[in-house]
């Protein structure tokens, strides 16, 4: 096996430990900073067993149109946290997501720490297959402790909970199997990026990237020359008041036009739209849907209609993170039909998608992120989402990419 080890000169201000994220308490490790770090791109070798983890969670998915390949990613660690032991794995399937084969590992640092999350894949225009992340090498908890006040936070994207989340980003051969020796990753901006990009009407790269806790955090990365070049464009604001939290927001191009922003709050799902190409955002409202503070997925399908992936059995219902389940709009988002459960169990969440040429949905989640840790995946047709149960010939839920007794392989 080869490894590809890379070193990167990297000079590390702050000095300390990096405290526990989330989790266990007394769980996660509390490791000293490092002057420089090391990233670690290739199979999964001895220190990234799957054996070795403890938590898994958080995927994306992604879908090769020209060979069907399907992709997914995830992070995980070897504490049952999200902490400085995060780092990412790769997963591939070649026959419709029956099966899985982990390919390819990403650790930031290693024992340092930088802690990789918040990946997401996305095939561009050109073929390639993007795969972002952020990384980060603070805490999550402000300077005093406890989450920042936020009026320390509004409009200063230079403090430490924003400016340190650098978006990273590699680029691979989405037909085929990565092998060494791997491309570089590269920086393309700052903050994080939890949900799809979509091409604007120019050809733009519209990527939803969130600048934490500050003011018009729910903006735009945008590329105007094929992923070259990124530059940051607008954003909604939401205040502490309205529920500010992790934005996670997903995009959609409308049929006028506009675009549309749906964003994770404390205080319900939340809506934006921009009718400038993202540079300015409408004050946010409350979504057409309930949903707790989790993650969604808005989509736009070939039929034109819009599909939704939300926990709640019912659009207008907010049922914490359970009963995962899918659904369409006819009017723009402004009601929801159907109902397609793809996972009734509590700590079901983070649900992504990919579509197929032939209006395949595939979709992937995570469940019990440091216990079974599965990251779960399914395939329907919008047919199913209508009818409230399957009734397409290919359509198959509850599926594993990986978990805590079936790794990918």
Request: glycine share 10%; proline share 6%.
């Amino acid at each position: 096996m080869v490894k590809a080890y890379v070193l990167i000169a990297a000079a590390l201000a702050a000095e300390g430990v990096i405290a526990a994220e989330a989790g266990l308490a007394g769980a996660c490790a509390q490791l000293p900073r490092t002057q420089a770090q090391a990233y670690y791109l290739g199979a999964a070798d001895a220190d990234h067993a799957h054996a070795a983890r403890r938590h898994e969670g958080i995927p994306s998915i992604a879908r090769d149109p020209a060979t069907g390949r399907l992709w997914s990613v995830w992070y995980g660690g070897i504490t049952p946290c999200e902490d400085s032991n995060n780092y990412l794995m790769v997963a591939t399937s070649v026959d419709d997501g029956d099966t899985w084969k982990e390919v390819l590992v990403y650790d930031p640092d290693g024992a340092g720490p930088v802690r990789a999350f918040d990946p997401e894949l996305w095939v561009s225009p050109d073929g390639k297959l993007r795969l972002t992340w952020s990384e980060r090498t603070v805490p999550l908890a402000g300077a005093q402790g406890g989450k920042a006040d936020f009026n320390d936070l509004a409009g200063h994207s230079d403090h430490p909970l924003a400016s340190s989340d650098r978006l990273m980003m590699l680029t691979l051969d989405a037909s085929k199997e990565p092998r060494p020796p791997y491309p570089a990753p590269r920086r393309i901006g700052t903050g994080v990026m939890m949900c799809k990009p979509i091409l604007g009407p120019k050809g733009e790269w519209f990527f939803p990237v969130s600048i934490w806790w500050t003011k018009a955090s729910a903006g735009l990365l945008v590329s105007e020359d094929g992923g070259l070049t990124f530059t940051r464009r607008g954003g909604a604001t939401i205040t502490e008041e309205e529920g500010q939290t992790y934005d996670e927001h997903s995009i959609v191009l409308m049929k006028d036009g506009s675009i549309h922003s749906w964003i994770r709050t404390d205080k319900g799902a939340k809506e934006s739209f921009s009718t400038d190409g993202g540079y300015t955002w409408s004050p946010v409202v409350a979504g057409t849907f309930a949903n707790t503070s989790t993650r969604r997925a808005v989509t736009r399908l070939d039929s034109g209609c819009l599909l939704l992936i939300k926990n709640g059995d019912r659009p207008d219902v907010d049922q914490g993170r359970s009963n995962l389940t899918a659904y369409v709009s006819d009017d723009e988002g402004k009601t929801w039909k159907g109902g397609l459960r793809l996972d009734p169990r509590p700590w079901a969440s983070y649900p992504d998608f990919a579509l197929g040429r032939d209006g395949m949905v595939y979709t992937v989640w995570d469940h019990d992120r440091s216990g079974e840790r599965e990251i779960m995946f399914g395939r329907f047709a919008e047919a199913d989402v209508r009818a409230g149960r399957p009734v397409s010939p290919r359509t198959k839920i509850g599926m594993t990419v990986t978990s805590k007794s079936k790794p990918a392989r």
